[in-house]
């Protein structure tokens, strides 16, 4: 969610830390701010909304120093305000925090019997004033900041900065990621490989119960226990050009066009090429398997739904899916010769991680799909699939959706090989579909006029409803979702069925009704009760093939016409009408398509 730079440099640091502040943007935030270490004296500058006002503000009220940490806010504690803008100064030591610090009410009435005032509604304040205590009782910076880290329970990432030390910064991580990147006579932390791509490429993650102390030649790290470590050093790999707009108006619209680019290569990571087997890293035996439990959240949860329909059609294994930030509170049993699958984009969302730790020693196998292979999520697992999505910026997820799906297809086709509960020619038959999905998806991309046109009603609604069966419900919650959270129009995505069961009720002229609809073994009944419907004056929009807008146009508002495919395929192909309604519904509100309000990429915090 927030977004943390730190730098030990040599040059002036505040336009390298609000650089570095840009490239975290897409995490979501709603206020910024930096600090820095000139001629020994702490300065800080902060400000609300976008980091266009911070750097402003730096402009007229410059902030030199060439030590500093940054900070983009998603408030959690308090509302975003200057005052409560990280980073957080108590005295000589400033604070940027990503996560919440559980115990700080009693961290706070302990401060106050020392007569400690506090200014903020934040947790994180907490932290810096704490440090503080701590520097006044004698302790050196390094000792003031770990003892502060021993107090705080929860999850966080921190950054320290001390007046006086411009050749010190103390960072440490418990269940919010943070890395460390090494330069050339100078040091770097951030929130993720993003934020430090310009400035370097060799990378060290932190781990769980990690603290670094470091200068501008050297990088100590200590465990939980207090104990020296060694950790990685990683050369990783970020392909710049993923995190511009590529001519694009959005990060989002041009993210939606990469679609058929990064499935194929997701689809040519898995599917040998000329062969129809499915290779995955690692050793995952599904003949050793009963059951698999999946768990995700937002969009990912939706794919998992969809996989679940895979999975037990295909392969015939029963599957459990489950809200991550639902799963370990009700302590479900997890019985042997069972898998547990997650799925992150991130692969640090907090809740999933979280469900994962529940499964370790439980599962007989942990295996996730992630579109980071460094990510925690990741190094947790016993396989990790990634996903080869690429840098995803807008905060609706797009690309990284269909990458998902066309992973836990495949995943599925390796289960049935191993079950042999399909034959060799229907496995040859999903693998060709497979390799022609791209092309497909391109053809799909073509319809962005009628979807444009579709979406100018949808923006003139205040409630819309998806209709979905079979493969196509979960991919109708998933529509519902985008809708909502990028055009802030309220819209539920319902299994087709359940229409008459009581969303029936909500139908009237004022109601448009989004059908996604292939000509597939259950069209009939969506038909039906797309009927139900136009009878009671509800505006239908149908999204289907040839076949079925033939079949099916009369007294619809409007079609959109995608091209055939086979069955099994169809959600990942209808997930780009799907998010170009979602997207041009929202430009045509006027909106802000890549970063809506009050969410956040990346969620690392529960």
Known sequence: MCGIVGVLGEHEVAPILVEALKRLEYRGYDSAGIATVNNGALGRRRAV??????????????LPGKSGIGHTRWATHGVPSVTNAHPHQAGPVAVVHNGIVENYRELRAELAEHGVDFVTETDTETVALMAEHFLNTGLSPVDAAFKTIDRLEGAFALAFLFDGQDDLIVAARKGSPLAVG??????????????????????????????????????????????????????????QSRADKGGHKHFMAKEIAEQPVVVAEAIRSYLRTGGDEITLPGNLD????????MVACGTAFYACLTAKYWFEQLAQIPVEVDIASEFRYREPPIPGRTAALFVSQSGETADTLAALRYCEGKADKIVSVVNV??????????????????????????KAFTCQLSVLLMLALKAAADRGTLTPEELADHAAALRGLPSVL???????????AAAQRLSEAR???????GLMFPLAMEGALKLKEISYIHAEGYASGELKHGPIALIDKHMPVVVMAPRDAVFDKTVSNMQEVMARKGKVILVSDDDGIAEAKDGVQSTIRMPHIHPGLAPILYSVPAQ?????????????????RNLAKSVTVE
């Open 182 to 239: 090494h330069g050339d006579g100078e040091m770097y932390v951030g929130s993720d490989a993003i934020a430090l791509a310009p400035l370097t490429d060799r990378i060290t993650y932190l781990e769980e119960g990690d603290r670094a102390v470091l200068t501008r030649t050297s990088l100590e790290i200590r465990n939980e226990a207090g104990e020296l470590v060694n950790r990685e050093l990683r050369q990783i790999k970020i392909d």
């Open 373 to 398: 292979p460094e990510s925690s999520i990741a190094r947790e697992s016993d396989i990790a699939l990634p996903i080869h999505a690429g840098v995803e910026i807008g905060v609706a997820s797009t």
């Open 49 to 62: 909304g976008k980091l266009v006002n911070l750097s402003d503000l730096l402009v007229h009220d410059p």
């Open 580 to 596: 170009l309604l979602a997207y041009h519904t929202a430009v045509a509100k006027g909106t802000d398509v890549d970063q809506p």
């Open 463 to 469: 409630d819309v409803l998806f209709l979905g069966r």
């Open 442 to 452: 391109n053809t799909a991309l073509e319809q962005n006029d009628a979807i444009r």
């Open 286 to 293: 599904f003949t050793k398997l009963d059951r698999l439990t």
